[in-house]
């Protein structure tokens, strides 16, 4: 059996739990036999950084250390890599970052690159290692030796991945939380999106939507309540709510579950993939919020980007969620190649329209130009955006803030502005600079509200807690 080593590099912001990609890769391993030890370097309470990961690695001597790579943080982890290169007999690359350029990983020292899910590659990589698969049949594998592995499709059946809470005994849980409690994550039900907009990077979990059971969804859900006390699921799918049937039959069997009595959940889905006549049966099975892909209120954006939906359909969505009485999440983007004063004032008017139905507004959003997405590849050699993630400097590390209404005064402005990929002229950078504002102070008005309603509802509660005390 192989001892594997899995590393997150750090990212700009830190994670309140473990990621869920590197979680799956870590409990099939574990599934399979494998001694697993995994560490996030963007964990709120790590108490080191790369050399730290340098010496677990000198400690626990891995046969396979295997990287996480996103492309925000990629130098860091080739930084890193080099410095684990001593410490492995296999050093691999997977992730967000290696799915779309398997050969930049090979180029800076990792022996594969392993592109898409990486559930059934990591397996075979760990059996390598102990004698029992050849290295050449490892599936979607970018060699360094120039080698490619044979392609597998997207997994089909996603209830054969092992539960990512598997996995949780491979991390040192006190990086994310003081007493070491498991800080409750996301899950996924389903992995892909039917859409096809032209700045999106989802090339991992793709274009086909394919979807857990019910039954396995629900058996997830029972174990993370029994064992890990979590009551509220926030599922992180790319489209929750892209197959009716499914929908509702997840629904129904959330509901129908003693076990899962009284919890809630939370997810994301495209806002034209919202049909109001659902969010009924959603509600009643515990939904508390969703979180609306919109991006732009400008119909000819809105075509540019592939976007395919018109901004009437997003206010009756977004407003049937509110009188539902769920939390309101709605996502814009700024400065996309094209974009006018026009278009962001429209964008800017749909935001108003919203405000009263938002609780919140995504933070920031400018567009940056993931390599991969159809809008890097047309204008790649316009604005010469070739390699910027290699570039430190172009990703900055955002500094720790815990402070709720102080963390929305740092989203009023967004860096990645000031890194100017689409050249923008000063009009429409001072507008993409006001609608970033615009959803911060929204948000900012959205928790202050609810911190002063916690204040009444404590005072309250003090008032009457102290009238009964004087009646005994
Ligand atoms: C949930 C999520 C988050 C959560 C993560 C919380 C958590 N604790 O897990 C939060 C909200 C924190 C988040 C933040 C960000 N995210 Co995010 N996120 C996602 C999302 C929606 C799901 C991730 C997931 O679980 N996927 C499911 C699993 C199955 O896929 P996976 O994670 O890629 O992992 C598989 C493979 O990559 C591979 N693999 C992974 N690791 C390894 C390691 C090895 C050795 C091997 C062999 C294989 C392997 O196997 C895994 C299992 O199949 C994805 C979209 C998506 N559909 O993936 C975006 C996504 C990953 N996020 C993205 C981005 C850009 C970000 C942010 C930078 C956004 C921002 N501007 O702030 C931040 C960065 C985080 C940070 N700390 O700074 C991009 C990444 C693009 C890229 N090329 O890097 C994605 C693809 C979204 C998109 N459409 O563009 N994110
Ligand atoms: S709807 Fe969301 S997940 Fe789907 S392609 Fe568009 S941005 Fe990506």
Known sequence: MARVLLIMPRLPQRMGAP???????????????????????????????????????????????????????????????????????????????????????VAHGFDVAIRGEGEVAIVQLAQVLDGRFQMADVVNSYLADGGRGPTAPAIPDLDSCAYPHTAYSAYDLSHFSPGGHVVPGGLMTSRGCPARCTFCANYVTGRAFRFRSAADVIAEMIVLRRDYQISTFPFW??????????????????????????????????????????????????????NFGIESGDKRMLKIIQKGQRPEHIIAAVKAAKQEGMQTIVNFMFGFPGEDT?????????????????????????LVPFPGTAIYDQHRDTYDLEGWWRDPAMVPIEPDITDPVAAQEAHEVDPTLALDFFRYSDDVRDLIAACVRYKALHNKATIETMIASAHKAAAAYAAEAGASASTM
């Not at 278009?343 to 933070?363: G, K, Q, V």
């Open 19 to 105: 990621y869920l990609g590197q979680l799956y890769v870590a409990a099939s391993l574990i599934a399979d036999g494998h001694e697993v030890r995994c560490l996030d370097l963007g964990a709120p309470h790590v108490p080191f950084g790369v050399d730290g990961a340098v010496a677990e690695a000198e400690r626990f001597k891995p046969d396979m250390i295997g990287l996480t790579l996103f492309t925000y943080g990629v130098a860091q982890g080739y930084e890193l890599a080099a410095k684990l290169r001593a410490h492995t007999r296999l050093l691999v690359a997977g992730g967000p970052h290696p799915t779309v350029l398997p050969e930049e990983p």
């Open 342 to 366: 026009e278009s962001l004032n429209n964008t800017l008017a749909l935001m108003e329209t919203l405000a009263p139905h938002t609780d919140y507004f995504n933070t920031r959003g400018v």
């Open 237 to 290: 799918d790319d489209a929750f709510t892209a197959n009716r049937p499914r929908l509702n039959e997840l629904c129904d069997a959330i509901v129908a579950e003693p076990a899962l009595a009284g919890i809630t959940w939370t997810c994301i889905t495209p806002g034209n993939m919202v049909k109001p006549f659902d969010l009924e049966r959603m509600r009643r099975a515990g939904c508390v919020a969703i």
